[in-house]
């Protein structure tokens, strides 16, 4: 009998993509906390309401990092929609004192696209599915 040869965990773009997300992740979940804790009697619906949507992100986007580090194809999708939003985001934050925000959010969402969609991610992926 044939066996499988184990398999060597995930290409190195793949693991580093899985890293970026996973930074954003945290940071969103500090986002949230942040919110919570600064709320004001003014704005408290508000800043419930955008802590726990900060809150399901970073989780759901901590979630998708670990499925990409254990190379799992339904993490692709998720991350791909959420880095092409963050690219779309980076553009909002250009110009003035934002500027280094935007380059910050431009560049760690082209890297964790680039990162799952170089080819040997693509190939890992792929044979998740079968």
């Known amino acids: 009998m044939i066996e499988e040869a184990p398999a060597a965990g995930p290409p190195r773009p793949l693991l580093g993509a899985a890293v970026l997300v996973g930074l954003q992740g945290l940071v969103l979940c500090v986002f949230a906390a942040l919110?919570?804790?600064a709320v004001d009697r003014g704005r408290v619906t508000l800043a419930i309401t955008t802590g726990l949507f900060f809150l399901a992100l970073?989780?759901?986007l901590g979630l998708c990092?670990?499925?990409l580090s254990r190379v799992r194809s339904w993490a692709r999708?998720?991350?791909v929609a959420a880095e092409l939003v963050?690219?779309?985001l980076s553009?909002?934050?250009w110009g003035g004192e934002t500027t280094p925000?935007?380059?910050v959010i431009l560049l760690v969402s082209l890297g964790a696209l680039v990162g799952v969609l170089h080819p040997s991610s693509t190939q890992a992926l792929a044979s998740d599915e079968g």
Do not use: Q, R
């Open 35 to 37: 919110e919570v804790v």
């Open 58 to 60: 970073g989780t759901g």
């Open 65 to 67: 990092a670990w499925g």
């Open 77 to 79: 999708g998720p991350v």
């Open 86 to 88: 963050g690219v779309l």
């Open 91 to 93: 553009f909002s934050f």
């Open 101 to 103: 925000v935007a380059v």
